[in-house]
């Protein structure tokens, strides 16, 4: 309900403002059709190696398209995609997929909890809950990492561990991510996606 | 001490252990961390304590922000000036916006404003033909360039660990030049290792080392101010025991160096206080990490030192401020009471659970240190508890004698002016 006031009001908004600079779900549903093929409908992600962007911070997306855009987060699926997409787009599209439910299907692995509780450790010993928060669905520019895909949990920390990718909070996650071997990478990655539901 | 003792003071650190982050108490030997700086491995990644804080429940998620991903649009901007405060007789407007987290700023011999950023990677020019004003992106992909300075046609830029030179810039903003390293003694760590460059008379710079951690026993080729010789890679060490500074500027009575300086984290919401610092004499040091704001010595790194033994802060800014870019008033526009007083960009606090800071700062003092006197000048970019609109980071003067201000959150450039 709330959704649908806001997605309403910004429609409403749009002939009265010409330069609108608040972020605009609809538009944003609009722009994002082409992502959807890979992340999913609803923002949920059955692809191998694409993550879920159902409910994921709105400011972490933003960061990644900006990254993206520059080309400081190379990536050939992404590129061509965005390259031309603009800063007001860029908006657009973060307050969408944040609009959207999270979801804890994403991830369809089956758990194996000797595995997650080594995973529960690195991520005590590394302390992901300091920026991600205690349920790990992020603040901000920190990202939403519960029940995120496996492999792409895989990926990302490989990713940042060798500098290929870059992060925002200074270089928080370069740091982080330094100190991971592969082991704690699988481990740490599993724990994450097969978090059980948060507790209303 | 020139270049080549420097050089080797680097290569032959030595294997220095300190221990980080731990609460008070008695800790045993074998629950402290301990780092090797003797190791590649320290220079390439440094601990984590310094944006991780000690492990404390009170400490949990002050995490850094970062802030938004693209810069304010301009209407926004417009919109959130009019909640800043300033003294009567004031105003401040939008000078240029689209600046993606713009830091440094520093004017060429023809105009040209340039810009640096944090993690942008880019330098930016700001030009101005009647009032029509254009940003361009004119360098891309460089590590951290905050710092930025122009001297003799030359654009300089802090490239984390190079001190590069843009030759003939302003005629080549299209197309810049192939840069020409000037200085490269400097450590490769990120954390604290941004630079602001201030230039004296003679051409030579200085230049920040902050250790790439909270709280630690430094490498001795760290946590110091050096004073570089761009034409000839010569350098000296003019103060030491520096923690984290982006700010500085030459008092034009004196021709004395003055600098902002960032004190510790994690000791609690209101100490130490940030800095503002006087250096009188060569090799000064002040105070870190024996000792913090002049008067509290260090719960584990006094290690019996006294903070008499250290020069203390001209004047205490405050806890989580976090003062960066400062500059002596020069200029003729505002009234005659503010000549030569020091402005001070705070960019405000990122670990303290009500943010303070976040504002540009007066102070009034004489050239010699004595009878300090400091005031909020402009304020109002902290919007609530913990979070902002805009966070001031440098400062420069126009021409005109009004001020610019640089703003990285919005990614925008003030201008301050005053009219009777």
């Known amino acids: ?200 | 001490m020139i270049r080549q003792s420097l050089r080797i003071g680097l290569a032959a650190a030595l294997p220095i252990v300190f221990a980080a982050g731990l609460p008070l108490g008695k800790a045993s030997a074998e629950d402290l961390k301990h780092y090797d700086s003797s190791k590649p491995s320290f220079w390439a990644h440094p601990p984590a304590d310094w944006f991780l804080g000690d492990e404390t429940e009170a400490q949990k998620g002050l995490a850094p922000p970062a802030g938004p991903a693209t810069p304010t649009p301009l209407d926004e901007l417009q919109a959130d000036l009019k909640k800043i405060k300033l003294p009567p007789g004031f105003k401040i407007e939008v000078y240029a916006s689209n600046i993606p987290q713009a830091r440094q700023m520093a004017w060429g011999a023809n105009g040209t404003l340039f810009v640096g950023s944090f993690q942008a990677t880019n330098v930016y020019a700001v030009t101005d033909q009647g009032g029509q004003r254009t940003v361009k992106t004119i360098i891309k992909g460089l590590n951290m360039p905050t710092g930025v300075a122009f001297r003799d046609g030359a654009l300089y830029v802090i490239d984390i660990n190079k001190l590069l030179r843009y030759d003939n810039a302003e005629a080549n903003l299209d197309k810049m030049p192939a840069p020409v390293v000037a200085y490269d003694d400097m450590p490769p760590y990120v954390a604290h290792g941004w630079k602001y460059i201030v230039t004296d008379k003679n051409g030579w710079m200085y230049l920040p080392f902050g250790p790439p951690f909270n709280i630690g026993i430094p490498p001795t080729s760290v946590s110091q101010i050096r004073h570089v010789d761009p034409k000839t890679g010569l350098a000296e060490i003019v103060a030491l025991g520096v923690r984290n500074s982006v700010g500085g500027d030459i008092d034009p009575r004196s021709g004395d160096y003055w600098f902002t300086e960032n004190a510790r984290d994690w000791l609690s919401d209101d100490t130490p206080s940030d800095k503002l610092n006087h250096i009188t004499r060569l090799g000064e040091h002040f105070g870190y990490p024996y000792c913090h704001e002049g008067d509290i010595p260090d719960p584990k790194f006094a290690m019996g030192h006294k903070c008499s033994e250290f020069t203390p802060p001209v004047v205490k800014l405050g806890a989580h401020v976090a003062p960066l870019g400062m500059k002596f008033y020069t200029g003729n526009q505002f009234p005659k009471q503010y000549k030569d007083n020091i402005f001070i960009a705070e960019h405000g606090s990122w670990n303290r659970h009500k943010y303070q800071g976040g504002r540009i700062e007066r102070v009034v003092v004489d050239p010699d240190g004595k009878n300090p006197h400091q005031e909020v000048f402009a304020s109002g970019w902290i919007t609530g508890e913990r979070d902002y609109f805009g966070r001031p980071v440098d400062i420069l003067q126009a021409p005109d004698g009004s001020l610019l201000v640089s703003d990285d959150w919005a990614g925008a450039i003030y201008r301050i002016s005053y009219k009777k």
């Not at chain 1, 590394?126 to 939403?144: I, L, M, N, Q």
């Open chain 1, 1 to 200: 309900m709330m959704l649908r006031i806001v997605t309403l009001a910004a429609i409403l908004s749009l002939p009265v403002v010409p330069c609108l600079a608040a972020a605009d779900i609809a538009a944003g549903q609009e722009k994002a059709k082409p992502c959807l093929a890979c992340h999913g409908e609803n923002g949920v992600s059955s692809m191998p190696g694409i993550p879920s962007l159902a409910g994921q911070q709105d400011q972490f997306i933003q960061w990644q398209l900006v990254f993206f855009r520059n080309g400081r987060r190379p990536n050939p699926m992404m590129a061509p995609l965005i390259a031309d997409i603009t800063d007001q787009d860029i908006r657009d599209l973060g307050a969408y997929f944040h609009s959207l439910p999270y979801s804890t299907a994403a991830s369809d692995v089956s758990p194996n909890p000797e595995l997650a509780a080594k995973g529960k450790l690195v991520a005590q010993q590394h302390r992901c809950a300091s920026c991600h928060k205690d349920d790990f669905r992020g603040e901000r520019a920190a990202a939403a990492i519960a029940d995120q895909r496996e492999d792409y949990l895989v990926k990302a920390l490989t990713d940042y561990r060798s500098t290929a990718r870059p992060s925002t909070g200074v270089a928080a996650m370069t740091e982080a991510a330094a100190g991971l071997t592969d082991d704690d990478i699988v481990a740490v990655s599993h724990y994450l996606a097969t978090l059980p539901p948060p507790k209303k």
